[in-house]
């Protein structure tokens, strides 16, 4: 039988890059839930920066809305087309009233990636 270990680990155990990286996925997580990004697509959106932060996403109709769609919600979107996408499953849960980006937070303008 096999056993699995979770390690837990605290901001002691991380490096400067490591915490910053955190931090940032931290608020990508907390804006995308803001503007009612659906989990499935901040959670993938997260993975890609944190993986490959260098890779653009593929173009799409929702290019410079700031949103960003995993490939399941890609595929949904083509079809059923965004705006019926964004009718249905962004705007019940948008907490913002303002579309991105917001100038209010301070983000996501001041945004720094590859973080230096
Ligand atoms: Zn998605």
């Not at 890609?48 to 929702?62: A, E, F, I, V």
Request: charged residues 25%; proline residues 11%; glycine residues 6%.
């Amino acid at each position: 039988m096999k056993t699995h270990y979770i390690k837990s680990i605290t901001v002691e155990d991380m490096s400067e890059a490591e915490i910053r990286l955190l931090a940032l996925a931290m608020q990508w997580t907390e804006h995308g839930t803001l503007y009612g990004y659906p989990e499935c697509c901040r959670t993938a959106f997260c993975g890609m920066m944190l993986s490959t932060p260098q890779r653009q996403p593929k173009p799409g109709p929702w290019t410079g809305s700031g949103f960003i769609p995993c490939p399941d919600c890609r595929r949904l979107i083509a079809e059923i087309g965004l705006e019926k996408y964004v009718e249905k499953f962004i705007m019940p849960n948008r907490k913002f009233e303002k579309p991105f980006p917001i100038d209010a937070m301070g983000a996501p303008e001041n945004y720094k990636w590859p973080p230096t």
